[in-house]
């Protein structure tokens, strides 16, 4: 069993920098990926980045280039630095570990809780 805590959301207005950490406990986060999920409000849960072990790193379409996924394998956590923020970042955002199926697509197998944020002016 893996336990997910994140922390670090908030209000932030357009333009400005959040970073989300989680912090895992269980064994199997020392080996699986790790990734970020988010839903905002009527809408469906989306991809947002993904990490394995070694540090080989996925992000969505959306958010390449602001936001950066990094994990501490040692200390079991791991964060998002979100930069360049838009109001339709606006999400929950979920905290993710998994692993990555032989085509490549990463399959969470536990989420934490979410946090909010909300980028508003």
């Known amino acids: 069993q893996v336990q997910l805590v994140e922390s670090g959301g908030g209000l932030v207005q357009p333009g400005g920098s959040l970073t989300l950490s989680c912090a895992a406990s269980?064994?199997?986060?020392?080996?699986?990926?790790m990734g970020w999920y988010r839903q905002a409000p009527g809408k469906p849960r989306e991809f947002v980045a993904s990490i394995t072990r070694g540090g080989n790193s996925e992000y969505a379409d959306s958010v390449q280039g602001r936001f950066t996924i990094s994990r501490d394998n040692a200390k079991n956590v791991g964060s998002l630095q979100m930069n360049r923020l838009k109001p339709e970042d606006t999400a929950v955002y979920y905290c993710?570990?998994?692993?990555?199926?032989?085509?490549?697509?990463?399959?969470?197998?536990?989420w934490g809780q979410g946090t909010q944020v909300t980028v508003s002016s």
């Open positions: 269980g064994s199997m986060f020392s080996i699986g990926v």
């Open positions: 993710t570990t998994g692993r990555r199926t032989s085509s490549g697509d990463y399959v969470p197998d536990y």
